[in-house]
Structure formats: structure tokens, C-alpha cells
């Protein structure tokens, strides 16, 4: 067998392995569900930096609000059958100043839940099921 081949087969076998960008997991309690979001460390990145109690709130809530409407446009879905039930904001785990809002809402009696970064950067996010006892 001809080896000298062998280098560039591994290199266009796991060519797709080194492009591939690491995700954070955000794990969120919210009214006894458990959401689970994945966000690149790029987005986190690019989203401003937030100091509580000493500058305003980079994206207030009716940004917040218009971002997850625009997302909802471009799923194709009608933003006026999603009714927003709750927002919560908070920071985002293990990244100091990093701050996301929480959106729930109902759609066609199902509850269905966004993150909203603070440069407005809209990620939908799934409920984990509850577990049986």
C-alpha cells in the first residue's frame, strides 16, 4: 500500500474537525423548567459588556422585544400570535459582565423560550423535559 497518500486522507477526513467552533451550554431555571441554550463564545464575545448600577442597560427590553419579533419573521411565524408571558435578565455563567435576557412566551398554546443577547442577538433555546421520580 502507497502510505504517502495517508496524510492528506486524515487531513480531508477531519478537515470538518478543526473548523468546528466550540459552543457554551447556558443552563437557566425559569418556572420550574429547565432551559438549555448554546451560544458560541464568538456571540458572547461580540455582545457589549454590561455593569450593573453604574451605566444604563446596553439593550433595553423593547430592543429585546423587537429582536425576538424580527427572529420570529424570519421563522416565518407570526409575531402576533406570540404572546410574551415573562422577561428575566441575567448573567450569563463563568463570563463576568456578560449579561442575556430570558423571553417566554406562547405560541399556539405551546411555551417556547428565547435568549437575547445584549447586541441583540436572538437564541432559541429548548426546554429540558422533566425527569421522572
Known amino acids: 500500500m502507497n502510505y504517502r497518500w495517508f496524510p492528506i486522507l486524515l487531513l480531508i477526513a477531519f478537515g470538518n474537525a478543526w473548523s468546528y467552533e466550540v459552543r457554551v451550554e447556558i443552563v437557566e431555571r425559569m418556572d420550574d423548567s429547565m432551559v438549555v441554550g448554546f451560544i458560541s463564545e464568538a456571540d458572547i464575545q461580540a455582545s457589549r459588556p454590561w455593569t450593573p448600577m453604574k451605566e444604563p442597560v446596553p439593550l433595553d427590553i423593547d430592543a429585546a422585544i423587537g429582536a425576538v419579533r424580527k427572529q420570529l419573521q424570519q421563522k416565518r411565524a407570526d409575531p402576533a400570535s406570540f404572546s410574551i408571558t415573562e422577561i428575566e435578565l441575567r448573567q450569563i455563567p463563568q463570563h463576568e459582565g456578560r449579561w442575556h435576557y430570558i423571553v417566554k412566551g406562547v405560541s399556539a398554546g405551546k411555551n417556547a423560550y428565547y435568549f437575547v443577547l445584549m447586541n441583540g442577538k436572538v437564541v432559541p433555546v ?8
Open 126 to 133: 429548548i426546554r429540558e423535559p422533566e425527569s421522572y421520580k
